[in-house]
């Protein structure tokens, strides 16, 4: 079972934020799934939609999807610029703070 903080080009994550973000993140389901078409242009903007409405999501990798979890993470933490705060298993949890009215404050 993988469990890493991804870096993207944001600021990193520190390890208490991602930690009260995993917390919040275990009871959600997942949002979306990534299936056999991989990442699509529609995938990106069903993913910014919900992204902006929650702030925290999960994402399932599929069996069939032709993308790694890591490769997910990476190519969609870039075209959306959301954080990811887990990957374990098949399944990815990203947080992007809203730009007015952020439900989530992370901690210091």
Do not use: W, Y
């Not at 994550?13 to 991602?18: H, M």
């Not at 069903?46 to 999501?57: D, F, G, P, V």
């Not at 993308?67 to 990957?87: F, G, L, M, P, R």
């Amino acid at each position: 079972m993988e469990n890493e903080t991804v870096k993207t080009g944001l600021k990193s994550l520190t390890g208490k934020q991602s930690s009260f973000l995993r917390s919040r993140g275990h009871s959600l389901k997942p949002v979306l799934q990534i299936g056999k078409a991989g990442i699509t242009e529609s995938f990106i903007k069903q993913l910014k939609s919900a992204l902006a409405t929650h702030e925290l999501i999960k994402i399932k990798l599929l069996k069939s999807s032709p993308v790694d979890i890591n490769q997910a993470a990476e190519e969609i933490s870039h075209k959306t610029a959301c954080q990811v705060a887990q990957k374990i298993g098949k399944t990815l949890l990203l947080f992007k703070k809203a730009a007015k009215d952020s439900k989530i404050e992370l901690p210091k």
